[in-house]
Every structure is written in C-alpha cells, then in structure tokens.
C-alpha cells in the first residue's frame, strides 16, 4: 500500500505562492507517476500537474501553465508543485496521487482534454491539504 501525505497548503493573498509538498511511501520514486489534482468546492476533481519520474515527462494543465511547476527530491521521495501568481480560482483541496504504471500521466492528461474529470483510475490519493487564494 503506497502512503501519501500532503503539505503545504493555507491561505496566500491573490498574486502571491506556496509550495505544496507530496511525501511518497515508496522505497524508490523511480517507477512512479506523481499527479497533482485539485477540488474546488461544488466542482468536480480537475488535473493540474503529472510527472513521470524515469524520465521526467510532465503534464500542466492549461489554467496553471507558466505559474505552477512541479519537481522531485528522489531522495526524500517528495514531490513538489511550486504554486506562483496565485489567483483566487486556484483555491480548493490539492490531492497528490502516485501509479506504478508508466503511462499514468499520459491518460491523465487525456481523461482532462477529454473533460470527463474521472480520475478514479489512478490508485493511491493522498488526504489532501486546502489552498485558500483570497484578499
């Protein structure tokens, strides 16, 4: 069973950052995709950001690219997403996710250009930690 815990998250004013933190349960992040997805309240669970840790192929969604980047400390087994220019419709819940299957981040970014939204296939969620953007 792979353990993920979040961090990072709070309450940042519009224009500002923060740096959510993943922490991965894995003896090696090597094989791994890393996503990071977001909720917003009443909104369905949306892709922001995937990478596939063997060669380092990401995905950012359109809303976040230019102002999100995500990285690895492969020796502390985190995974990072480096948040900037925050606007308040970035807020929700930030989930990371980790899959074994090396073509994870290549179906998220199709289930999100597709608009379905359904993510249920990738099979470790860590709990969460909420992002509030607001002057």
């Known amino acids: 069973q792979v353990h993920l815990v979040e961090s990072g998250g709070g309450l940042v004013r519009p224009g500002g950052s923060l740096r959510l933190s993943c922490s991965v349960s894995v003896p090696s992040l090597d094989n791994y995709a890393i996503g990071w997805f977001r909720q917003a309240p009443g909104a369905d669970r949306e892709a922001v950001s995937c990478?596939?840790?063997?060669?380092?192929?990401?995905y950012y969604a359109d809303s976040v690219k230019g102002r999100f980047t995500i990285s690895k400390d492969s020796a502390k087994n985190t995974v990072f997403l480096q948040m900037n220019r925050l606007k308040p419709e970035d807020t929700g819940v930030y989930y990371c996710a980790a899959d074994g299957r090396v073509g994870t981040c290549t179906v998220v970014a199709g289930t999100a250009a597709a608009g379905t939204n359904d993510y249920s296939f990738v099979r470790n969620w860590g709990q969460g930690t909420l992002v509030t953007v607001s002057s």
């Open positions: 990478v596939r840790i063997s060669d380092g192929n990401t």
